[in-house]
């Protein structure tokens, strides 16, 4: 059962009040059974609408519903249908059980047993927890290369696991298969799965909430065309019916999904519109049931007397930032020179250009609250006091001074065009345009400004081909964990910056091992003030998204980790009422 650690896990899962799960008034969600989804209030039989299908648009293509390398926010909100873990979040954020119903702690607390229910994956096959011995380690192989492996970091043998990606020389297949065996995850029998820390880390349980940890069979994935809605084997509330790529995705209720929460809606439709706009004229021909409706649209919605009705405001878990290249990562031999952007006088210099109170009111419509850190309010760890440089044009000039006398060159124009990565087609061009006038207006300086697709932006990101680059980050699971490790450690599978501190990683390092939670949130803020302190980043925007829903979904369990769609963390409790 839950022993002495859950009570030191579970809380690390919470938010504040003002963050916490809200649900619509039509149907709200009740508290959940030990295990299970929060299950709607059904209305009366009669209330419900003959067709129960729910219509969403998730932003685009998904890159990938492989949940070991899955990224996005895309892919996550299928992926949150199809797949459940061992352990999961309810509508307040905190961890509960799912595929397993129960579990155990050791005494010094780096080992966890895990006691599965009964459970069947969509093609009929038991779930056992041999998957689970399978999943992690193919989580964690470098041959994988999934962004997300560092969450193996505290797992025993994760650390040379991770130590492999990248490697020069790389190392052999019979090098990397002898580390799997020393992973520190075993299945004694079907129903039995263990995993072994090689240190204390507090957050792992909220880490144990995430798509990357859930049970994968070997036989369906490393089958032709496995990811497919021909082939797809799902284990959570719904299977993968129809994936039109490029147009449309249909779930289905999963006939053999174990929870009890059982699926009211026959049908989701996902569409993928290239465009805000294009998701927002949907929604207002009838098409849509709910929409996170462009920045641009919102003055008029509020004005209009039926989308008024249907528009909220909802606090989300998410930061808008931007990344320098910080060029510490990478070799000096992929990168060649490492642009202006390695300079730290030239990233505060750019930081303190930025009014962003102003890009908040022209590009999201005034929607937001200004970051200047990373953490999230909401989360423990965030410091409303971290803000070491503040909007300041004549300071700005300053460091641009400095960082020009540095890098050896008169001015900014002679640095040349700096390139500005972003993906396209998603709403982010003004606010591209808004950043790059203002250093253009400030120092002079010119950027090329690169709009890819989605897929193609996140690589090239992720390579460090931009000087400049858009990105933004949703909470995974509530924990500054979560906020910090992985993004800006130095060899971070979602490190975009490139930045690499050792005395920022060491402090991560510490307050995973500390089980006081005051002491914990301490050296979280002492690590996020380093890295601010770096100018690693161009922090902007904590996330109030406006949302467009129809008075006639029901049930709808929205928590502000919800990313592409509101209740997107819980399908199974969404009903359609008649209208």
Same mark, same amino acid.
């Given at each position: 059962?839950?022993?002495? /650690? &859950?009570?030191?896990?579970?809380?690390?899962?919470?938010?504040?009040?003002?963050?916490?799960?809200?649900?619509?008034?039509?149907?709200?969600?009740?508290?959940?059974?030990?295990?299970?989804?929060?299950?709607?209030?059904?209305?009366?039989?009669?209330?419900?609408?003959?067709?129960?299908?729910?219509?969403?648009?998730?932003?685009?293509?998904?890159?990938?519903?492989?949940?070991?390398?899955?990224?996005?926010?895309?892919?996550?909100?299928?992926?949150?249908?199809?797949?459940?873990? &061992?352990?999961?979040?309810?509508?307040?954020?905190?961890?509960?059980?799912?595929?397993?119903?129960?579990?155990?702690?050791?005494?010094?607390?780096?080992?966890?047993?895990?006691?599965?229910?009964?459970?069947?994956?969509?093609?009929?096959?038991?779930?056992?927890?041999?998957?689970?011995?399978?999943?992690?380690?193919?989580?964690?192989?470098?041959?994988?290369?999934?962004?997300?492996?560092?969450?193996?970091?505290?797992?025993?043998?994760?650390?040379?696991?991770?130590?492999?990606?990248?490697?020069?020389?790389?190392?052999?297949?019979?090098?990397?298969?002898?580390?799997?065996?020393?992973?520190?995850?075993?299945?004694?029998?079907?129903?039995?799965?263990?995993?072994?820390?090689?240190?204390?880390?507090?957050?792992?349980?909220?880490?144990?909430?995430?798509?990357?940890?859930?049970?994968?069979?070997?036989?369906?994935?490393?089958?032709?065309?496995?990811?497919?809605?021909?082939?797809?084997?799902?284990?959570?509330?719904?299977?993968?019916?129809?994936?039109?790529?490029?147009?449309?995705?249909? /779930?289905?209720?999963?006939?053999?999904?174990?929870?009890?929460?059982?699926?009211?809606?026959?049908?989701?439709?996902?569409?993928?519109?290239?465009?805000?706009?294009?998701?927002?004229?949907?929604?207002?021909?009838?098409?849509?049931?709910?929409?996170?409706?462009?920045?641009?649209?919102?003055?008029?919605?509020?004005?209009?007397?039926?989308?008024?009705?249907?528009?909220?405001?909802?606090?989300?878990?998410?930061?808008?930032?931007?990344?320098?290249?910080?060029?510490?990562?990478?070799?000096?031999?992929?990168?060649?020179?490492?642009?202006?952007?390695?300079?730290?006088?030239?990233?505060?210099?750019?930081?303190?250009?930025?009014?962003?109170?102003?890009?908040?009111?022209?590009?999201?419509?005034?929607?937001?609250?200004?970051?200047?850190?990373?953490?999230?309010?909401?989360?423990?760890?965030?410091?409303?006091?971290?803000?070491?440089?503040?909007?300041?044009?004549?300071?700005?000039?300053?460091?641009?001074?400095?960082?020009?006398?540095?890098?050896?060159?008169?001015?900014?124009?002679?640095?040349?065009?700096?390139?500005?990565?972003?993906?396209?087609?998603?709403?982010?061009?003004?606010?591209?345009?808004?950043?790059?006038?203002?250093?253009?207006?400030?120092?002079?300086?010119?950027?090329?400004?690169?709009?890819?697709?989605?897929?193609?932006?996140?690589?090239?990101?992720?390579?460090?081909?931009?000087?400049?680059?858009?990105?933004?980050?949703?909470?995974?699971?509530?924990?500054?964990?979560?906020?910090?490790?992985?993004?800006?450690?130095?060899?971070?599978?979602?490190?975009?910056?490139?930045?690499?501190?050792?005395?920022?990683?060491?402090?991560?390092?510490?307050?995973?091992?500390?089980?006081?939670?005051?002491?914990?949130?301490?050296?979280?803020?002492?690590?996020?003030?380093?890295?601010?302190?770096?100018?690693?980043?161009?922090?902007?925007?904590?996330?109030?998204?406006?949302?467009?829903?129809?008075?006639?979904?029901?049930?709808?369990?929205?928590?502000?980790?919800?990313?592409?769609?509101?209740?997107?963390?819980?399908?199974?409790?969404?009903?359609?009422?008649?209208?």
């Amino acid at each position: 059962m839950q022993k002495r /650690l &859950l009570g030191i896990f579970a809380s690390m899962a919470i938010v504040l009040a003002a963050c916490g799960g809200a649900t619509t008034s039509s149907a709200p969600a009740d508290s959940a059974a030990p295990g299970e989804s929060p299950a709607a209030s059904a209305p009366p039989e009669s209330n419900l609408a003959d067709e129960q299908i729910y219509r969403i648009d998730i932003s685009g293509e998904p890159p990938t519903l492989d949940p070991s390398v899955a990224q996005d926010s895309n892919s996550l909100a299928v992926l949150r249908a199809l797949h459940r873990p &061992l352990v999961y979040i309810d509508k307040d954020l905190k961890v509960v059980p799912s595929l397993a119903e129960s579990w155990d702690v050791s005494a010094d607390a780096q080992t966890m047993t895990f006691h599965l229910r009964d459970a069947q994956y969509s093609n009929g096959d038991p779930i056992v927890a041999g998957d689970l011995v399978y999943s992690w380690k193919r989580l964690v192989d470098p041959r994988t290369a999934a962004p997300y492996s560092y969450v193996m970091a505290e797992v025993a043998g994760g650390p040379e696991l991770l130590a492999m990606a990248g490697a020069d020389p790389a190392p052999s297949d019979a090098d990397i298969d002898a580390a799997l065996a020393n992973l520190g995850v075993a299945a004694p029998d079907d129903k039995t799965f263990v995993v072994t820390l090689n240190t204390p880390a507090t957050y792992f349980l909220s880490a144990m909430t995430l798509w990357v940890t859930v049970p994968i069979q070997e036989k369906w994935i490393t089958g032709e065309g496995a990811t497919e809605a021909a082939n797809y084997v799902s284990s959570g509330p719904y299977v993968l019916d129809t994936w039109d790529h490029n147009s449309e995705i249909i /779930l289905k209720p999963n006939p053999n999904w174990y929870g009890e929460t059982k699926s009211t809606l026959t049908e989701i439709h996902m569409s993928m519109a290239p465009e805000p706009a294009v998701a927002q004229a949907a929604y207002e021909a009838g098409e849509l049931d709910v929409n996170f409706p462009p920045s641009e649209d919102i003055a008029r919605i509020k004005a209009d007397p039926v989308m008024s009705a249907e528009y909220q405001e909802l606090a989300q878990l998410s930061i808008t930032y931007y990344t320098f290249n910080n060029y510490q990562v990478k070799t000096a031999s992929t990168y060649g020179t490492p642009g202006p952007t390695a300079n730290k006088h030239f990233r505060i210099a750019l930081t303190q250009a930025v009014d962003k109170q102003a890009f908040i009111d022209a590009t999201f419509a005034g929607n937001g609250k200004i970051a200047n850190s990373f953490v999230m309010p909401g989360i423990p760890g965030y410091d409303e006091s971290i803000d070491p440089y503040p909007f300041d044009l004549a300071s700005a000039k300053e460091h641009m001074t400095l960082a020009l006398q540095e890098l050896g060159v008169a001015s900014a124009a002679d640095l040349g065009k700096l390139k500005f990565g972003f993906n396209s087609g998603a709403g982010h061009e003004p606010r591209v345009a808004f950043l790059a006038e203002a250093w253009r207006q400030a120092f002079g300086l010119e950027t090329e400004q690169i709009g890819s697709d989605f897929s193609v932006f996140l690589t090239q990101r992720t390579d460090g081909q931009y000087a400049l680059a858009r990105d933004g980050w949703g909470a995974d699971y509530p924990h500054a964990n979560n906020q910090l490790s992985g993004l800006f450690t130095c060899d971070g599978g979602n490190n975009d910056s490139q930045y690499c501190n050792p005395a920022f990683d060491a402090l991560l390092k510490q307050a995973a091992a500390e089980p006081d939670q005051d002491k914990q949130v301490a050296l979280y803020k002492q690590a996020q003030t380093i890295m601010m302190d770096d100018a690693s980043i161009l922090p902007l925007r904590y996330a109030v998204t406006g949302t467009l829903i129809r008075p006639y979904v029901s049930g709808l369990t929205i928590t502000p980790m919800d990313s592409e769609t509101p209740g997107e963390h819980f399908y199974e409790t969404i009903q359609i009422l008649k209208h």
